[in-house]
């Protein structure tokens, strides 16, 4: 009995990492980048990013490694970012999504001598506080920011920004750079929504009843867009109002392709995992390093370039 | 000894060879032997066996070893307790609220939630002893209660779902380093000085070692795995907890009191989840609501792995223990090992189904059964 276990015990663990070592690693010269998310199993946003650190570790050929606590849970994640400390990468690649819980051992694995780079969560600051090389994600205001300028070359002087989620003070960031840009005071022009579609509908209607001069509508993602659009429908200012919105998703997609949305904003998930594996590859290898943080976003998405987004959506986009 | 029994015909001859298969520990043996096997064939030089990576692997096993010591009690006992993830998520949460947000001191903090978790394991119990409802059915219930509670209150009382600054707080507090404090720290500078371990290359901390004590984490796991197994092994206390899990029925009428046995190890549990948490908290200086999720399952997982049978009755903490190391070193050496961790999962769930498959063989040699 002992002997069979520890046979099949064996044989078992054996045959995954055979099958597996193929699937996941590309063998290199050498250089081992490992990714570590925050984000459990069974979100499928993450599945462009692990896209990504793949094309990326094949085209520049190095060993990538994608890792995450399987529920979501940020203290196993701080556990994993002390396992891939230990096991000696020459890079880790990770998000910032809780700083009290990463930042220590985030801290400790750039005191061992590995280049980190900080993706997607967190902020330039933070990230440099953590001693990583740089920040690669979407900065919500700069992105809200270039949205304003963008809507202000077409002409609009006054919008209203539907919020879902008032109590996050970074997605908020995104209205106050959209005011920034059209070069208005935001004051009054962000309304809070609830996350309730019916409630979120009948509060875009109420205001735009209120302000009939509103020149443009700005969601925040696609629990705000999509009863938005159904407002817009129900009131037929649809494709006649000014709309834009941040994220991506079906009806968002749907949207701009019948000239509802003028624009989705795109924070670009594929570059915020493609381009640290470049970055810390060339970095390793020529001791070459781009003198800022990258702005992964904002993409823009506009009907022209719908092609490319249906044909990727999920894999790369 | 030998010529008593021998001269006693009550009792049955058992050789040594059946009498060493026969005990729980013996699958969590047989499986941590073949587990480092393993990972020393196909991880050696991955760091998983360096200062950092063994105490990585270490720490992991130290978290659910505290949480299979109440969870294998319980389950000799005759009972499961699925409401610990959950309870770790709460218990982290009351600590946050109290010592953040209400601004109390962090040992007051830290006492008060002990006394009110333990109080929760109580109640548990006393539903499940009161109703006659499966534990099952009612520790449930308190999965979802508690894990609802954790979220509402931060998001009531702060308005958000994580709550930090911990760790300014417990800042010079004597309590606290009982559970987020490290130990053995000279040792540890002593072995950087000397080149045993590795040291910090750049940094404002160059030179110090990168392993610089060994968690109260670990120390907590050691001493709730000494405790349980001297508790179950050597007390009365632990024959009842046998007794309880085996027969109620039978140990009533033998005057056990099941009722009090089985209540008292529902706060045991409760009060390991705590420990856990409070470790968790200290070490990491927030609380979020999403802690501890799924914890309750790799406990009762471990437990099995060390040879516990679910019916109750048979089990040990020894044996949970290892289930636990067992558990621990998997799901990290994965990691070192280069497995893609998706696959973690279909690991753990083939080494869970050849220790229930090789629990369930012992216990038909045990008793005899076909």
């Not at chain 1, 879902?164 to 959209?178: D, K, L, P, Q």
């Not at chain 1, 003198?291 to 249906?310: H, M, R, Y």
């Amino acid at each position: 009995m002992k002997l069979f276990t520890k046979h099949l015990m064996g044989a078992v663990l054996g045959a995954a990492v055979a099958v597996t070592g193929f699937a996941t690693s590309v063998q290199a010269e050498g250089e081992k980048y490992i990714l570590v998310s925050h984000a459990p199993d069974s979100d499928s946003w993450w599945n462009t990013i692990k896209n990504g650190i793949a094309l990326a570790g094949e085209q520049m050929d190095v060993d990538v490694e994608y890792r995450n606590p399987p529920t979501g849970d940020l203290a196993d994640m701080a556990r994993i970012i002390e396992q891939a400390a230990a096991s000696g990468p020459n890079g880790i690649i990770t998000t910032l999504a809780d700083f009290d819980v990463l930042s220590g051992p985030i801290r400790n694995a750039v005191d061992q001598g590995i280049n980190v780079i900080i993706m997607n969560s967190g902020t330039p600051e933070q990230a440099r506080e953590v001693g990583a090389l740089m920040f690669v994600g979407q900065p919500e205001y700069d992105a809200g920011l270039a949205a304003g300028i963008r809507a202000k070359g077409d002409g609009i002087s006054s919008f209203v920004c539907v919020n879902h989620v008032i109590s996050n003070t970074v997605v908020a960031e995104r209205c106050r750079g959209f005011a920034d840009g059209l070069g208005v005071d935001l004051g009054s022009q962000m309304i809070d929504s609830g996350q309730d579609p019916s409630e979120i509908k009948n509060r875009v209607m109420a205001y735009l009843t209120a302000n009939p001069d509103t020149d443009a509508v700005l969601t925040l993602g696609p629990t705000s867009a999509d009863p938005t659009i159904l407002a817009l429908q129900e009131m037929g200012l649809a494709g006649d109002i000014y709309f834009g919105t941040f994220d991506l998703g079906t009806e968002i997609v749907k949207g701009i392709k019948e000239g509802i949305i003028q624009w989705g904003i795109d924070q670009q998930p594929f570059l915020q995992a493609y381009l640290p594996v470049v970055i810390l590859a060339n970095y390793d290898r020529y001791g070459v390093l781009p003198g800022n943080n990258i702005n992964s976003g904002p993409g823009f998405v506009t009907k022209d370039a719908l092609s490319k987004v249906e044909e990727f959506a999920g894999e790369y986009r | 000894m030998s010529d008593a029994a021998q001269g006693d015909e009550r009792i049955k001859e058992i050789s040594g060879f059946r009498k060493s298969l026969i005990r729980p520990e013996l699958g969590g043996i047989v499986g941590a032997i073949a587990v480092f096997t393993f990972f020393i064939l196909f991880a050696h030089d991955s760091g998983m066996f360096n200062s950092q990576g063994v105490l990585n692997w270490s720490i992991v096993s130290a978290q659910f070893m505290i949480i299979a010591v109440g969870a294998c009690l319980l389950m000799i006992a005759g009972e499961f307790d699925l409401s610990v993830g959950s309870m770790i998520g709460f218990a982290g949460m009351m600590i946050a609220i109290f010592s953040v947000t209400l601004g109390w001191p962090v040992w007051m903090a830290i006492l008060v939630t002990f006394v009110l978790c333990v109080a929760i394991g109580a109640l548990n119990g006393y539903i499940v002893v009161r109703t006659g409802l499966p534990s099952f059915i009612v520790t449930l219930a308190f999965l979802f209660i508690l894990r609802g509670f954790t979220i509402f209150l931060p998001q009531t009382v702060e308005r958000k779902t994580i709550i930090g600054g911990i760790r300014d707080v417990a800042e010079g507090d004597w309590l606290a380093p009982i559970f987020g404090g490290k130990i053995g720290g000279p040792i540890f500078q002593w072995m950087g000085e000397a080149g045993l371990i590795a040291v910090f290359e750049r940094g404002n901390r160059a030179g110090e070692p990168v392993v610089d004590g060994i968690p109260m984490l670990i120390i907590w796991a050691l001493a709730l795995v000494a405790f349980g197994h001297f508790l179950l092994t050597r007390t009365r206390f632990g024959n009842w907890i046998f007794a309880a899990g085996g027969d109620a029925q039978a140990a009533r009428y033998v005057g056990v009191p099941v009722n009090r046995v089985k209540i008292l190890m529902f706060m045991f549990t409760a009060f390991c989840a705590t420990v856990f948490a409070t470790c968790q908290v200290m070490e990491f200086g927030s609380a979020g609501a999403d802690r501890g999720l799924l914890k309750e399952f790799e406990a009762i997982i471990a437990v099995v792995i060390g040879g516990a049978l679910l019916t109750g009755g048979y089990g040990s903490v020894i044996g949970a223990a290892l289930g636990a190391l067992i558990f621990g070193v998997v799901q990290q050496g994965l990691f070192f090992a280069g497995v893609e961790s998706s696959l973690f999962r279909v690991f753990l769930g083939v080494i869970l189904l050849m220790a229930v498959i090789l629990n369930t063989y012992i216990r038909r040699m045990i008793t005899g059964e076909r």
